[in-house]
Protein backbone atom coordinates (compact mmCIF):
# COMPACT_ATOMS: atom_id res chain seq x y z
CA UNK A 1 0.00 0.00 0.00
CA UNK A 2 0.87 3.60 0.18
CA UNK A 3 3.40 4.87 2.78
CA UNK A 4 4.44 8.05 4.14
CA UNK A 5 8.34 7.81 5.36
CA UNK A 6 10.75 10.16 7.34
CA UNK A 7 14.15 10.15 6.08
CA UNK A 8 15.64 10.34 9.64
CA UNK A 9 14.82 8.52 12.80
CA UNK A 10 16.85 11.06 15.09
CA UNK A 11 17.90 14.71 14.44
CA UNK A 12 19.87 16.53 16.72
CA UNK A 13 19.76 19.98 16.94
CA UNK A 14 21.59 22.96 19.13
CA UNK A 15 19.32 25.09 21.22
CA UNK A 16 18.65 28.39 19.00
CA UNK A 17 18.70 26.50 15.90
CA UNK A 18 16.07 26.20 13.47
CA UNK A 19 15.36 22.75 13.05
CA UNK A 20 13.96 20.83 9.55
CA UNK A 21 12.53 17.82 9.94
CA UNK A 22 11.44 16.05 6.77
CA UNK A 23 9.01 13.64 5.03
CA UNK A 24 8.29 11.88 1.80
CA UNK A 25 5.15 10.30 0.92
CA UNK A 26 4.06 8.35 -2.27
CA UNK A 27 0.53 9.36 -2.90
CA UNK A 28 0.38 11.37 -4.95
CA UNK A 29 -3.50 11.71 -4.88
CA UNK A 30 -3.27 12.95 -1.09
CA UNK A 31 -4.41 16.33 -0.77
CA UNK A 32 -4.02 17.44 3.07
CA UNK A 33 -0.85 16.70 5.43
CA UNK A 34 -0.39 17.19 8.95
CA UNK A 35 2.57 17.33 11.44
CA UNK A 36 2.19 15.91 14.77
CA UNK A 37 4.69 16.58 17.88
CA UNK A 38 4.24 13.66 20.52
CA UNK A 39 5.84 14.26 24.09
CA UNK A 40 6.92 11.21 26.10
CA UNK A 41 4.20 9.53 27.72
CA UNK A 42 1.80 11.79 25.34
CA UNK A 43 -0.66 11.34 22.93
CA UNK A 44 -0.01 12.85 19.61
CA UNK A 45 -0.31 16.80 19.17
CA UNK A 46 -1.40 18.92 16.01
CA UNK A 47 1.13 21.63 15.39
CA UNK A 48 0.41 22.50 11.51
CA UNK A 49 -1.48 21.42 8.19
CA UNK A 50 -1.29 22.40 5.10
CA UNK A 51 -3.45 21.59 1.85
CA UNK A 52 -1.98 19.80 -1.32
CA UNK A 53 -3.26 23.66 -3.17
CA UNK A 54 -0.59 25.65 -1.04
CA UNK A 55 3.26 24.66 -1.15
CA UNK A 56 3.62 26.83 2.21
CA UNK A 57 2.27 27.79 5.61
CA UNK A 58 3.39 28.94 8.97
CA UNK A 59 1.98 29.20 12.25
CA UNK A 60 4.26 30.60 15.24
CA UNK A 61 7.71 29.44 14.96
CA UNK A 62 6.80 26.47 12.69
CA UNK A 63 6.66 26.36 8.61
CA UNK A 64 5.67 23.54 6.43
CA UNK A 65 7.03 22.98 3.24
CA UNK A 66 4.98 21.11 0.62
CA UNK A 67 6.86 20.13 -2.65
CA UNK A 68 4.00 17.69 -4.99
CA UNK A 69 6.50 17.46 -7.45
CA UNK A 70 8.92 15.44 -5.37
CA UNK A 71 6.08 14.42 -2.73
CA UNK A 72 8.26 15.62 0.07
CA UNK A 73 6.51 17.46 3.10
CA UNK A 74 9.29 19.34 5.83
CA UNK A 75 8.48 21.14 9.04
CA UNK A 76 10.71 23.97 10.16
CA UNK A 77 11.11 25.00 13.65
CA UNK A 78 12.75 28.24 14.60
CA UNK A 79 14.33 28.94 17.34
CA UNK A 80 14.45 25.73 18.63
CA UNK A 81 13.74 24.82 22.26
CA UNK A 82 14.11 22.67 24.96
CA UNK A 83 10.65 22.14 25.03
CA UNK A 84 10.35 21.37 21.21
CA UNK A 85 12.31 18.04 22.35
CA UNK A 86 9.79 15.04 20.78
CA UNK A 87 9.11 12.59 18.14
CA UNK A 88 7.73 14.40 15.15
CA UNK A 89 5.34 12.38 12.86
CA UNK A 90 3.82 13.39 9.16
CA UNK A 91 0.75 12.41 8.20
CA UNK A 92 -0.91 12.15 4.55
CA UNK A 93 -4.99 11.54 3.98
CA UNK A 94 -7.50 12.72 1.94
CA UNK A 95 -10.94 11.28 2.97
CA UNK A 96 -12.78 10.47 6.51
CA UNK A 97 -10.77 7.09 6.81
CA UNK A 98 -8.18 8.15 8.90
CA UNK A 99 -4.45 9.43 8.22
CA UNK A 100 -1.71 7.46 7.29
CA UNK A 101 1.39 8.03 9.34
CA UNK A 102 5.35 7.85 8.93
CA UNK A 103 7.29 6.06 11.55
CA UNK A 104 8.59 9.91 13.24
CA UNK A 105 11.54 11.29 13.61
CA UNK A 106 13.10 12.08 17.28
CA UNK A 107 14.06 15.56 17.74
CA UNK A 108 17.15 15.86 20.01
CA UNK A 109 17.82 19.85 21.61
CA UNK A 110 21.53 20.01 22.73
CA UNK A 111 22.52 22.68 24.89
CA UNK B 1 -10.71 22.42 24.01
CA UNK B 2 -11.83 18.76 22.49
CA UNK B 3 -10.99 16.64 24.73
CA UNK B 4 -10.29 12.75 24.37
CA UNK B 5 -10.25 10.84 26.94
CA UNK B 6 -8.97 6.70 27.46
CA UNK B 7 -10.01 4.88 30.15
CA UNK B 8 -7.05 3.79 31.73
CA UNK B 9 -2.91 4.98 30.83
CA UNK B 10 -1.43 1.61 31.92
CA UNK B 11 -2.79 -2.11 31.52
CA UNK B 12 -1.45 -5.38 32.71
CA UNK B 13 -3.42 -7.33 31.56
CA UNK B 14 -2.16 -12.13 31.34
CA UNK B 15 -2.03 -14.09 27.94
CA UNK B 16 -6.29 -15.30 27.03
CA UNK B 17 -7.62 -12.18 28.75
CA UNK B 18 -10.23 -10.30 27.35
CA UNK B 19 -9.66 -6.24 27.27
CA UNK B 20 -11.40 -3.55 26.92
CA UNK B 21 -10.01 -0.14 26.31
CA UNK B 22 -12.77 2.19 26.14
CA UNK B 23 -12.40 6.06 24.53
CA UNK B 24 -14.32 9.00 24.97
CA UNK B 25 -14.59 12.15 22.96
CA UNK B 26 -16.82 14.96 23.86
CA UNK B 27 -17.03 17.29 20.90
CA UNK B 28 -19.74 15.32 19.23
CA UNK B 29 -17.07 14.05 16.54
CA UNK B 30 -18.64 11.81 13.77
CA UNK B 31 -15.53 9.61 13.53
CA UNK B 32 -13.64 7.64 15.53
CA UNK B 33 -10.09 5.51 15.33
CA UNK B 34 -7.93 3.55 17.11
CA UNK B 35 -4.25 2.79 16.33
CA UNK B 36 -1.30 0.85 17.84
CA UNK B 37 1.83 2.66 18.50
CA UNK B 38 4.79 0.66 18.04
CA UNK B 39 8.95 1.53 18.48
CA UNK B 40 10.20 1.58 14.29
CA UNK B 41 6.34 1.44 13.35
CA UNK B 42 4.70 4.49 13.95
CA UNK B 43 0.83 4.64 14.59
CA UNK B 44 -0.99 1.72 12.63
CA UNK B 45 -4.37 2.16 12.48
CA UNK B 46 -6.50 -0.90 13.63
CA UNK B 47 -10.17 -0.36 13.00
CA UNK B 48 -12.60 3.28 12.60
CA UNK B 49 -16.23 4.28 13.00
CA UNK B 50 -17.82 7.04 10.87
CA UNK B 51 -20.98 6.21 12.90
CA UNK B 52 -22.63 4.91 15.89
CA UNK B 53 -23.01 0.95 15.40
CA UNK B 54 -20.63 1.54 12.23
CA UNK B 55 -17.40 -0.03 11.84
CA UNK B 56 -14.11 -0.11 9.29
CA UNK B 57 -10.89 -2.31 9.62
CA UNK B 58 -8.25 -0.42 9.26
CA UNK B 59 -4.47 -1.82 8.50
CA UNK B 60 -4.49 -4.29 11.03
CA UNK B 61 -7.87 -5.61 12.62
CA UNK B 62 -6.37 -9.39 13.32
CA UNK B 63 -7.30 -10.02 17.17
CA UNK B 64 -9.40 -6.97 17.38
CA UNK B 65 -12.86 -5.65 17.41
CA UNK B 66 -14.88 -2.62 18.08
CA UNK B 67 -17.92 -1.52 19.50
CA UNK B 68 -19.78 1.89 19.19
CA UNK B 69 -23.21 1.96 20.94
CA UNK B 70 -23.12 5.52 21.34
CA UNK B 71 -21.38 8.56 19.39
CA UNK B 72 -18.98 9.50 22.25
CA UNK B 73 -17.41 5.88 22.97
CA UNK B 74 -15.47 3.89 21.39
CA UNK B 75 -14.29 0.51 22.06
CA UNK B 76 -11.56 -1.46 21.33
CA UNK B 77 -11.89 -5.08 22.26
CA UNK B 78 -8.68 -7.67 22.41
CA UNK B 79 -10.65 -10.90 23.09
CA UNK B 80 -8.06 -13.30 23.52
CA UNK B 81 -5.18 -11.01 24.89
CA UNK B 82 -1.76 -12.00 22.93
CA UNK B 83 2.06 -10.88 24.29
CA UNK B 84 2.76 -9.67 20.49
CA UNK B 85 -0.27 -6.92 21.44
CA UNK B 86 1.86 -5.63 24.14
CA UNK B 87 2.00 -2.12 22.58
CA UNK B 88 0.82 1.73 23.02
CA UNK B 89 -2.72 2.04 21.76
CA UNK B 90 -4.22 5.81 20.75
CA UNK B 91 -7.36 6.82 19.90
CA UNK B 92 -8.26 9.41 17.82
CA UNK B 93 -11.74 11.22 16.50
CA UNK B 94 -12.47 13.65 13.77
CA UNK B 95 -15.75 15.74 12.84
CA UNK B 96 -16.61 13.98 10.25
CA UNK B 97 -17.16 17.49 8.04
CA UNK B 98 -15.72 17.99 4.64
CA UNK B 99 -12.52 18.90 4.81
CA UNK B 100 -11.99 18.67 8.06
CA UNK B 101 -9.16 15.96 8.90
CA UNK B 102 -7.42 16.93 11.61
CA UNK B 103 -7.42 13.83 14.41
CA UNK B 104 -7.43 14.81 17.32
CA UNK B 105 -5.88 11.93 19.70
CA UNK B 106 -6.70 10.67 23.58
CA UNK B 107 -3.33 10.05 25.87
CA UNK B 108 -2.98 6.67 25.13
CA UNK B 109 -3.05 3.26 26.48
CA UNK B 110 0.18 1.44 27.55
CA UNK B 111 -1.07 -2.30 27.34
CA UNK B 112 0.92 -4.82 28.62
CA UNK B 113 0.31 -8.92 28.01
CA UNK B 114 2.23 -10.86 30.35
Known amino acids: GESVGLHLPTLSVQEGDNSIINCAYSNSASDYFIWYKQESGKGPQFIID?????DKRQGQRVTVLLNKTVKHLSLQIAATQPGDSAVYFC??????????FGKGTHLIIQP | DVKVTQSSRYLVKRTGEKVFLECVQDMDHENMFWYRQDPGLGLRLIYF???????EKGDIPEGYSVSREKKERFSLILESASTNQTSMYLCASIPGLAGSYEQYFGPGTRLTVT
Open chain 1, 91 to 100: AEGGGADGLT
Open chain 1, 50 to 54: IRSNM
Open chain 2, 49 to 55: SYDVKMK
